[in-house]
């Protein structure tokens, strides 16, 4: 026989067993937890390694960020990382030349350098919408160099943006539409001769379950 109890049936019974135990002189108190052990409410956070199927570079995963507002149906591109460079002590025309004034005497973009200390990283991706509905690309999150997480700075995204343009003749954000594909790029900085093994995907978003993805 199936036997149920309701929530007042059972606080009923617990506030019984209490006064029971205070009367006799007992205190009830919680088991303690065996040494290095978490207590239940908390759950200790995976290492990647563990937990996360690493995927190869150069092969297409499929990536599916939420919808906009005005679409019915969600994005889906089949996102492939094609190159990692590393090593980098110079990116050629991925910054924003603060003297330039409009004319054609002063470049628009200059070199970058990266901090004393630092290399640059720059990985290329490749972007395929498959689904149904236009599309934007999305930044890729931190990269892993053993068990550290390096995160690309507001400045290593604006040059992204600027080498998409210039390197890459694409716009960030732009759209694309179903069947058709772009590129795009990231920049680190990194400790100087640091080699990434892998970089998580996309940049951290509501919405979006994030993958790891090899970098060699």
Known sequence: MLVTATKQSVALAAALLALTACSSGQTNSPPESPA?????????????????????????????????????????????????????????????????????????????????????????????????????????????????????SPDDQMMAWTVMDTELGVAYAGEVNPGKSTKSVDIYQVPEGAMPDAVWFPEVTVGAEQVLVSTS
Request: aromatic letters at 8%.
């Open 36 to 152: 290095g052990s978490l207590p239940s409410s908390v759950s200790p956070e995976p290492s990647p390694s563990e937990t996360v199927q690493t995927l190869p570079a150069k092969v297409a995963f499929p990536y599916s960020p939420p919808p906009e507002m005005e679409q019915k149906k969600a994005p889906e591109w089949q996102v492939t990382l094609t190159a990692t460079k590393c090593g980098l002590k110079s990116i050629p025309e991925a910054q924003l030349n603060p003297e330039y004034d409009g004319s054609d005497d002063i470049p628009e973009e200059i070199a970058a350098k990266p901090d004393a200390g630092n290399d640059f990283c720059v990985l290329y991706w490749s972007w395929e919408n498959v689904g149904d509905v236009p599309a934007t690309t999305d930044f890729s999150g931190d990269l892993m160099i053993g068990e550290k997480q390096h995160a690309a």
